[in-house]
């Protein structure tokens, strides 16, 4: 799996847009993007994933550049239960397993 | 709920005493895996099954671990002579494995362990 670069920490504002930036730049053709978060003491929750075009769900929205070598996450209206540790992950589709390489994460804090 | 679930929720124990872990997938997923969490760190992978079998262990699941999902269904994780690097958040995850992109991870969670 291609390796990831996400800031380790970002504030936002309560009510206003968060938009995480992630680097996959050693991407493959037929490696889709996933988002990852998780909430302190809990366990990672899926919110995303995408392959070249932008992405929305009623969670969040995921923006890919043409040249799949970044990628950003939009939460449109961020509340205070967003803040978490989100991660940027790249993985092939299942043939086999889908053995889930997590980074540091971008901890993100929502400020009232 | 018919999440995945995980027992106990925390664990505290005693070095060189054994521990054992439950997960329970979410029931039409055949595809299990276990991951360790340190404070600070992302989950690491530990292994994986798909059914029964066990097709996948990681470097870091040394020969005091075991895990094992006899009728494959439900998962556990043994830990023998735990020492206190072995303390931290052990989460299982289940996922529908048919081939495609969708076939997301769901995460339990998680077993705290501290070992003392």
């Known amino acids: 799996d291609a390796k990831t670069t996400q800031p380790p920490s970002m504030d936002c504002a309560e009510g206003r847009a968060a938009n995480l930036p992630c680097n996959h730049s050693t991407i493959s053709g037929n490696e889709y993007v996933y988002w990852y978060r998780q909430i302190h003491s809990q366990g990672p929750q899926y919110i995303i994933h995408?392959?070249?075009n932008n992405e929305t769900n009623e969670m969040a929205s995921l923006i890919i550049t043409e040249d799949r070598k970044s990628s950003t996450l939009i939460l449109p209206h961020a509340t205070l239960r967003d803040t978490a540790v989100y991660y940027c992950i790249v993985r092939a589709p299942s043939g086999g397993y889908q053995k889930v390489t997590f980074g540091i994460g971008t901890k993100l804090q929502v400020i009232p | 709920d018919t999440g995945v679930s995980q027992d106990p929720r925390h664990k505290i124990t005693k070095r060189g005493q054994n521990v054992t872990f439950r997960c329970d997938p979410i029931s039409e997923h055949n595809r299990l895996y276990w991951y360790r969490q340190t404070l600070g760190q992302g989950p690491e992978f530990l292994t994986y099954?798909?059914?029964?079998?066990?097709?996948?262990k990681s470097r870091l699941l040394s020969d005091r671990f075991s895990a094992e999902r006899p009728k494959g269904s439900f998962s556990t994780l043994e830990i023998q002579r735990t020492e206190q690097g072995d303390s931290a958040m052990y989460l299982c995850?289940?996922?529908?494995?048919?081939?495609?992109?969708?076939?997301?991870?769901?995460f339990g969670p998680g077993t705290r362990l501290t070992v003392l």
């Open positions: 995850a289940s996922s529908l494995g048919a081939g495609g992109s969708g076939s997301e991870q769901f």
């Open positions: 995408g392959l070249k």
């Open positions: 099954f798909q059914n029964e079998a066990q097709l996948e």
